[in-house]
Structures are given as C-alpha cells and as structure tokens.
C-alpha cells in the first residue's frame, strides 16, 4: 500500500495536504507515510508467523533517526552497513543485540564497536575478513558471533548495479568454496559460527530467483546447524516494489485489474513460496528489507522554476537536483512525477523531460515524459522517494540538503531541518 492519493483537488500524503507542506517548509523536500511503513512491517511480518523470523530492515534504505525510532518501537531488527549506521540504531532506540552487520569492507574501528555493543552477528564477505574478526575479538577477550555470506551465483534480474548475487559480483564467498569457509571458520578460536546469509539483488520483481536461491541455499544451512549449530538463515533483502503507475497502485483496483502474469511481487506470494521451504530447516529465519519497507512510503517534493522550450525537447527545471535524488542518474530508476494539483480527467498533457537545476545532462528526473500540463510555480511530487533517495543526497554544487517530513494521519513532523549555509561549510578550515 502507500499512501498518497488526490484529495479536495490536490495531492495528500495521508491527510496532509502536500502543497501546503511545500509552501510552509519549502522544497526540495521529502515527505514520508509512517502508516505506510507501519503497514509494510507488520504485513512482512505476519506473512511471515509460521516461521520464528526476525526483520532486519536494511537501514542505509532510509536512515532518518524517525524512521529507525518507529520500526524499533514495531521490534523490528536493523542490518547495517556501517559503524555509524550502529551508532543511529542505538540513538534512535533501537537495540544493538538484533542489529546484523554486513558489508565487504569493515574497518577495525567499527569491528571493535559492533563487539563492545554487542551485536547479534557479524555477516562475513570474505575470509580475510573473517580472520581479522577472529583478531580483533582476541585482542579485546571476547568471542564474535559470525555468520559468512554464501554468494550463489543466481541470477537476480534486477540492474546490474544492484545485482549482488553472481559469482562476478564483489559479495559474498563463492558457493563451492562455502564449506570449506565454514571449516576454516569453525577453529579460529574467536568466533561463534551464528548463522549462514545471502542476500543477491535489490529491486526483484519476481519471487523466481528468491526461490532458486533459497533451494540451493537451505541444504548447507541444514548441513551447518548440524555441523556448526548456527542459529539462523539470513534470506536477504531485495523484495521490489512498484515504481510505475505508483499513484494508481495504492487502489485495490489496480491490484485486481492486473493480468496474473504482470502482477507485481507481493510479500504475501513471497513468503507463500519461500515458508515452505524454510520451516523445515527450524532455524530462526532473517530478513533484510530496506527498498520495500520504505521506498513507497517517500515522495520528493519539488518546484517547476522554469520551462525551456528547446528546438528538440520541453524542459521543466526544477528546484531538485541529482544531489537530492540520483536514483534517475545512477541506476536508470524510473519514478513517476504527479502533480500537486490534480489535473482535470481531460487536461492537456506536454511530453517533457524533467531536469534539476545540476551541471550535468544525467540530472533529469524524467525524460520524454507524458505528464499533465503544469508552468512555473507549480510542485510536482517525484513519487515512491522513500528509498535510496534522502540517504543518497550530496552537497554538490554546494547544494543543502532538503528537508524530510514524516506523515502521521492529519500530523506532519519535521524529521531533519533544511540544511543552511552554515552547515554548508561546518568543518571546512582556511589555512591561517
Ligand atoms: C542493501 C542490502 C539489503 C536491502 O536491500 P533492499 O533491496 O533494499 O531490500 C539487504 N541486505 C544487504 C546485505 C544489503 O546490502
């Protein structure tokens, strides 16, 4: 579900008129659905009752101290990516002990943090990490509780950007050198063999290749509870969303007007084809979610400053840039671009391309875009913003960083200030 949908002629993210929030804090400027996010947890999470899980939302997704705090009111766990990522989790109140850190480069500093708080597993990508992991316990007198990431070599099909699960890509331990991974692992002396993981792409369409993977991956996990007695199997993340039609998705029509065959991927398919083959192995099954938890529930908000009318093309340049959301530039994503006010059901439409303010021909939001007729001044809302939009922004161009609101029913919270030109230059030093 999301929730943002037309109403008394404008677009609302819940019962928050979004035009108004454009006038009173400016733009660019992100704006999130905590029913939406509230509601995608709690569905991954009873799809997923049969089986003892825990939901480790992958929080470089979205990583607002707001968006953390709610999700570890809900209980939820936290994968992360980083030691300040950690450092977030405890700010917001959420626990160290069911946080789960993955990453192929971790950095001493932040193996020594995730020790002393006491994370529930590291998630190994390589056997020299491994074995500086094993150092570093040693030196500080404890044990680390350490799960290796498995790679599978499944195809993904998904960009191959975010595809994570082949053999060529940089993650993970190779399928055929697992085993002997795991034996290696099992007699370093300060390590506990706590789980197995794989995670291979982000934005999946189709439940196929989680299936494929999770049947060439279960056997080992079986084999190492028995051989090892880890506790858990990490599946990943990488459930997709919808990111075409995303106005039109959140109505049960849409859902019901799909032929079987296009259908998007639900989590209720998802975990109906993957439960099955999870419940046998009685290990405590984890999840990954970031894109799915969040990225539906975010819109970016920005302001048409003016139309150019080239010989080739109608540009609207707006006040958000590539810095504010590279998604477009980086990875070909597509994100549909409603206006603020609704458009009559037979207003006239412009095919355009929609461009940022940036010194680049890769800052566009849309190109060749059919979109209602709109001029300068009007705000149109860049939709299914909530992942991997905010977390990505830069300064470049000496860009602030917009603000970010969080939508609770007719509420709307200012989760991060607009940044000004002081924190612009906050740690920049002239030479006296
Ligand atoms: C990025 C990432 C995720 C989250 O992926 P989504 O597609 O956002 O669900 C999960 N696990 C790992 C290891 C990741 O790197």
């Known amino acids: 579900m999301h929730s943002f949908h037309y109403q008394n002629g404008s677009l609302h993210c819940e019962g928050v008129d979004l035009q108004t929030l454009a006038d009173t804090h400016g733009t660019p400027l992100y704006v999130y659905s905590q029913?939406?996010?509230?509601?995608?947890?709690?569905?991954?999470?009873?799809?997923?009752?049969?089986?003892?899980?825990?939901?480790?939302?992958?929080?470089?997704?979205?990583?607002?101290?707001?968006?953390?705090?709610?999700?570890?009111?809900?209980g939820a766990g936290f994968d992360i990516v980083s030691g300040g990522e950690l450092r977030r989790i405890q700010h917001a109140g959420g626990d160290a002990g069911k946080c789960t850190f993955a990453g192929v480069g971790k950095t001493r500093a932040e193996i020594e943090l995730a020790l002393r708080e006491g994370i529930y597993c590291f998630n190994a990508e390589s056997?020299?990490?491994?074995?500086?992991?094993?150092?570093?316990?040693?030196?500080?007198?404890v044990k680390a509780p350490v799960a290796l990431r498995v790679n599978p070599n499944v195809d993904a099909q998904t960009h191959k950007y975010i595809s994570t699960g082949k053999s060529e890509n940089?993650?993970?331990?190779?399928?055929?050198?697992?085993?002997?991974?795991?034996?290696?692992?099992?007699?370093?002396?300060?390590?506990?063999?706590?789980?197995?993981?794989?995670?291979?792409?982000?934005?999946?369409?189709?439940?196929?290749?989680?299936?494929?993977?999770?049947?060439k991956v279960a056997p080992l996990?079986?084999?190492?509870?028995?051989a090892y007695g880890i506790e858990f199997f990490s599946v990943g993340g990488g459930i997709g969303i919808v990111y075409?039609?995303?106005?039109?998705?959140?109505?049960?029509?849409?859902?019901?007007?799909?032929?079987?065959?296009?259908?998007?991927?639900?989590?209720?398919?998802y975990a109906a084809r993957l439960v099955p083959l999870l419940k046998p192995l009685g290990l405590r099954i984890l999840l990954e979610p970031g894109r799915y938890m969040v990225g539906n529930?975010?819109?970016?908000?920005?302001?048409?400053?003016?139309?150019?009318?080239?010989?080739?093309?109608?540009?609207?340049i707006v006040d958000a840039g590539m810095n504010d959301l590279i998604r477009p530039a980086l990875y070909q994503g597509h994100h549909d671009i409603a206006p603020l006010r609704q458009p009559a059901d037979d207003a006239a439409t412009e095919t355009v391309d929609v461009v940022g303010p940036v010194c680049e021909s890769g800052d566009f939001f849309a190109q060749n875009r059919e979109?209602?007729?709109?001029?300068?001044?009007?705000?149109?809302?860049?939709?299914?913003?909530?992942?991997?939009?905010?977390?990505?922004?830069?300064?470049?161009?000496?860009?602030?960083?917009?603000?970010?609101?969080?939508?609770?029913?007719?509420?709307?919270?200012?989760?991060?200030k607009r940044q000004d030109f002081s924190d612009l230059v906050a740690g920049e030093i002239i030479p006296s």
């Open 35 to 74: 029913a939406t996010i509230l509601d995608h947890f709690r569905r991954l999470d009873a799809a997923l009752a049969e089986v003892d899980h825990l939901i480790c939302y992958a929080t470089k997704a979205n990583s607002n101290l707001a968006v953390l705090n709610l999700l570890a009111k809900e």
């Open 127 to 141: 056997e020299a990490e491994i074995v500086f992991i094993d150092q570093v316990a040693g030196e500080m007198g």
């Open 170 to 215: 940089k993650f993970g331990i190779d399928f055929d050198i697992i085993r002997e991974a795991y034996d290696r692992a099992s007699k370093l002396p300060n390590i506990t063999l706590r789980g197995l993981q794989m995670h291979i792409g982000s934005q999946l369409t189709s439940s196929n290749p989680f299936v494929e993977a999770v049947e």
């Open 221 to 226: 996990a079986a084999e190492f509870k028995d």
């Open 244 to 269: 075409q039609d995303s106005l039109a998705s959140g109505d049960a029509d849409w859902w019901s007007s799909k032929e079987d065959g296009e259908k998007p991927l639900t989590v209720e398919e």
């Open 297 to 316: 529930a975010g819109a970016m908000i920005t302001r048409i400053l003016y139309e150019k009318h080239g010989s080739a093309k109608t540009f609207k």
């Open 371 to 416: 979109i209602p007729a709109t001029e300068a001044g009007d705000c149109l809302a860049v939709l299914s913003s909530g992942a991997y939009g905010f977390v990505m922004a830069s300064n470049y161009n000496s860009r602030p960083f917009p603000a970010e609101i969080l939508v609770d029913g007719d509420t709307a919270h200012v989760i991060r």
